[in-house]
């Protein structure tokens, strides 16, 4: 078991300063996938004041109890919902589709969600797919719900679903191992090439840091990423910004900060992330590792 300190003073502090600004959106994930959809948002709308919690102490949270991994789910958003976010962006799909949208509006901000995104995305496309493949978390597959939504908004649409639960600790071990991560992609992709399904959701946030090894398959192979369908959905909700607007305040907040956070941080912000990086001590009842 870890030691855990509790921090208090310093969560104060900045929920006090956090409840003072306008447009803070709070993003959330086990780790390092939620940077994707921090990426996608700051690409769209750097002016906005952005809070990031990654909750790499637990991960990887995707093979977890349901019962455990919703707790887990719970504390990143009520530790959001403290630091004064108004908007609230779902950064991990296993934790989206536990909660759903409902318990997500009971928290009183509004909130997006990958799946509702994603699906909403698919709809507004010329073009539709053939056939659509799920990858994602063991949680995310067992639990059926992107297959169920998509089944709902286009029946008949041939689904293939695949989890890959190798992925992620992978990803979040950076720097990783090029062979190891090359060969569980091939284990998890290939059946479903082979199967003639060439059009993958990325039913995990982290999966778009590793998009080169899976178009290595398959050059022309489509990617869904649910990110970037949330991203743009949570921009057009907003007011366009302000003409001449500064670049908003990023706050990145991790339970166990390491190389991986830093890392993936710096890719999602395009700069040295160092300076924006905060440990968030958790409470002993917070710590949900067995």
Known sequence: M???????????????????????VGIFDS???????????????????IIYFGDSLNAPNGSRPPEQLHGMCQNMVQFLI???VDTMAVGCNSCNIL?????LKSFGVTSFDLVGSTVEWLKLQHHQPQN????????????RYYERKLEEAFPGLPLRSMAAPKLVPLIESFPWSEY?????????????LEEG??????????YRWIERYLRELDS???????????????????????????????????SHPNEAFSHFAEMAIGRDAKEYIKLYIVNAYEEHNV
């Open 132 to 143: 659509l493949a799920i990858l994602g978390t063991q949680a995310t597959i067992n639990s």
């Open 31 to 49: 780790g390092v996938g939620g940077f994707t959809v921090l990426k996608a948002l700051h690409a769209r709308r750097p002016d906005l004041n």
């Open 82 to 84: 403290d630091m004064g």
């Open 2 to 24: 870890r030691q855990i300190i509790n921090n208090e003073q310093t969560k104060q502090q900045d929920s006090e300063h956090a409840q003072s600004r306008t447009n803070s």
């Open 99 to 103: 909660m759903g949208s409902g318990e």
């Open 197 to 206: 399904f060439n059009s993958i959701v990325l039913a995990c946030s982290h």
């Open 220 to 254: 022309e192979m489509t990617l869904v990423d649910p990110a970037e369908c949330l991203a743009e959905r949570l921009v057009a909700s907003l007011p366009p910004a302000a003409e001449g607007a500064r670049r908003g305040e990023l706050k990145l907040y991790s």
């Open 180 to 192: 190891d991560l090359r060969t569980a992609v091939q284990e998890y992709v290939n059946p479903l």
